[in-house]
């Protein structure tokens, strides 16, 4: 069974084994990012809210504890989704108006009612995507009212410090929702989600990461003179 995806004028052919392993990726990863996110939180509020007791808490055992939970939700979020879908019977035209593969415009091919398999998919993608980011905004308010009850000046530290992840959760979080509890979304803002998703996002973290690093901007702001520099010279 071939399943041609398409965009644009541009038509690429992948088989159904294919389409499979590329969803069940997609969705490993982006489970497993998720909770990676929400492990980053909880780190951050141990340095910040019990610094004297980071190197007790985050011990070897903890952050094996944390990788297990990594894999095991990704894989989860992932097989579950598609053990149904692998089961759909399938009748063409089956064509793909999208970039890559993924789970909804999938299982609108299906020749069978598919509004229960649709649900299911939509809850499980929004469960795991809307728990998350409250999980990790929840995380960093109670970072905040902690640190602000120390010290007043500590607070606007702590928000320096949380403002980089806060930056990346919302990037990554916002196309992730959007797609995963809009019902009925169209396929110009469809194939723009998932380019943010797919190649801005990656692209971006370690653009806000590097910029966030003292060293790297003195770096950055080095280069920069010297072009300056050399411009004025030739």
């Given amino acids: 069974m071939k399943f041609p995806y398409c965009h644009a004028k541009n038509t690429f052919i992948i088989s159904f084994g294919g389409c499979i392993v590329q969803i069940f990726f997609i969705h490993v990863i982006g489970g497993m ?14 340095a910040i809210c019990k610094p004297l007791h980071y190197f007790t808490i985050m011990n070897q055992k903890m952050c094996i504890l944390l990788l297990s939970a990594l894999w095991l939700i990704g894989l989860i979020h992932s097989v579950v989704q598609l053990v149904f879908v692998i089961k759909l019977p399938f009748c063409g035209p089956n064509v793909l108006d999208t ?3 993924d789970l909804p415009p999938l299982i609108k091919l299906a020749c069978t009612d598919t509004y229960r398999l649709e649900f299911m998919v939509t809850a499980n993608s929004g469960f795991i995507s809307l728990g998350s980011f409250f999980i990790l905004i929840i995380s960093y308010i109670f970072i905040l009212i902690t640190v602000r009850k120390h010290s007043s000046s500590g607070s606007s530290k702590a928000l320096s410090t949380l403002s980089t992840h806060i930056m990346v959760v919302i990037l990554f979080f916002g196309p992730c929702i959007f797609v995963s509890t809009w019902p009925h979304p169209t396929s ?9 998703d797919a190649v801005l996002t ?33």
Wanted: proline residues 3%.
């Fill in 202 to 234: 990656p692209f971006l973290n370690p653009v806000i990461y590097t910029f966030r690093n003292k060293e790297m901007k003195m770096a950055m702001r080095r280069v920069c003179s010297q072009l300056l520099v050399y411009r004025r010279i030739s």
């Fill in 188 to 196: 110009h803002l469809d194939k723009f989600l998932a380019i943010f």
């Fill in 99 to 101: 970039f890559y593969c």
């Fill in 33 to 46: 990012e998720m909770v990676l996110l929400i492990a980053m939180a909880f780190d951050r509020y141990v």
